[in-house]
């Protein structure tokens, strides 16, 4: 019999350890298997603890399909049956909010007032904490959003912990410049140093052609980047015209990038 796949949603939830999975298998071998493990498009949406612990005691799962009407359904499901009382309000909004970026938030960049409402009181939680998770889960560091999850650290905690890095070799926290924190912000990425994005520039992974914050030009971002004055990026901005007889592309992210990078490397 071919091993069934977990379904997305079900990935948002923590599985037992190897020793929980050897006790549950035990119990399932005394006691039989009363819930089934439902499935949803082929995965298993629910159950994977169940049919892991089936496995390992050779036994037959029992499974069950079922039919959901859309994403939407089946997250309300899922948040139903795998919610724990032991869970912290923290690792509750966090799930919550991760389950809801598969579904009605796929293509979202920001939370409306309504939104964030909504699911707070279905929580049974503050706003406040709702947005703590959206912008968690938005700055796409896995591990972080895992460490929430798990109950290793609280939403608080995780979001003061954003754009902020760690020198090698030191425990001490080192916040982002101003300008590269923005970029983050605005591309949906999590560089922590000015160079790795150059990297990743050089190397064709950024490719965005995304307007910078307001459909504007900072040249206070951009001296933050480069490590220079307003009055000195000025004089880079006529010599770069001067150059290469046109003005520097500041209409995108890449290009404000490009031109910090140019700028970096004038005296």
């Known amino acids: 019999m071919k091993k069934l ?5 079900a990935n948002e939830f923590p599985m037992r350890d190897e020793a929980g999975i050897k006790a549950l298998a035990e119990h399932i071998k005394t006691k039989k298997q009363f819930d089934p493990i439902i499935l949803w498009e082929g995965k298993i949406l629910d159950g994977r603890n169940r049919y892991e612990a089936c496995l390992s005691a050779g036994i037959k799962p029992k499974l069950e399909e079922r039919e959901f009407d859309g994403v939407d359904e089946a997250v309300a499901f899922v948040e139903a049956t795998n919610f724990s009382r032991e869970w912290t309000a923290s690792q509750k909004t966090m799930t919550a ?10 293509n979202q960049t920001k939370l409306t007032r309504k939104e964030r409402d909504t699911l707070a009181t279905n929580l049974g939680v503050s706003d406040n904490l709702v ?113 290469f007889g046109k003005v520097p592309d500041l209409k995108s992210i890449k290009g404000v990038i490009e031109f910090a990078l140019f700028a970096k490397t004038r005296a």
Request: hydrophobic share 30%; proline share 5%; net charge positive.
């Open 5 to 9: 796949k977990y379904h997305e949603l």
């Open 131 to 243: 947005g703590k998770a959206f912008k968690i889960y938005k700055s796409r560091d896995k591990d972080l959003i895992a460490e929430v999850k798990s109950g290793k650290i609280g939403l608080p905690k995780a979001a003061k912990s954003l754009g902020k890095s760690v020198e090698p070799g030191s425990t001490k926290p080192k916040k982002l410049a101003p300008g590269l924190a923005k970029i983050n912000n605005e591309m949906g990425s999590n560089f922590k140093t000015f160079d790795e994005l150059i990297e990743q520039m050089k190397s064709g992974a950024v490719t965005t052609k995304t307007p910078p914050p307001d459909n504007s030009v900072d040249m206070k971002q951009i001296g933050e980047l480069a490590d220079h004055t307003v009055d000195e990026l000025r004089e880079i901005y006529k010599y770069h015209k001067k150059k």
């Open 97 to 106: 909010v991760s389950l809801r970026f598969k579904g009605q938030w796929r």
